[in-house]
């Protein structure tokens, strides 16, 4: 493995790119938590392993070594309850809410703004 990791640090310094060795770690689904982990560098500083229950970002997503997705799920229920309680806190009545999201906000013209002046906000 260190000789492939060697390979792309040649690669991508010849590429001119840089490899963010903080944001890289080491994800052996193999390993179990008795072995050693190995010490794998690049750029001459040493990979982070991950332990089995670590949850990582990869292409958006969060989740463990193992596949375990809840790191996801929570990530997403969470910012499901901040929308629902920005929605469950606002002052609109229904009347205004559909009007303005149903209103071109970028045309600024004499007869939307005076449509909007009738309405009031509770």
Known sequence: MQKL???????????GMQLNV???????????EQQPTPLLTINEETLQ???LDDACR??????????DMR????VVRQ?????????KCHHLT??????LFTTKVWESSASQ????SGLKVN
């Open 5 to 15: 990791l060697n390979v792309v640090q040649e690669f991508t310094a010849c590429c």
């Open 22 to 32: 903080k944001k890289t770690y080491l994800f052996d689904k193999r390993r179990t």
């Open 49 to 51: 392993a991950m332990n």
């Open 58 to 67: 990869y292409l958006g997503y969060w989740g463990t070594r193992n596949g």
């Open 71 to 74: 790191a996801t799920k929570e």
């Open 79 to 87: 910012k499901i309850i901040a929308a629902r309680d920005l929605i």
């Open 94 to 99: 229904p009347k205004l809410a559909t009007k």
């Open 113 to 116: 703004q005076h449509s909007l």
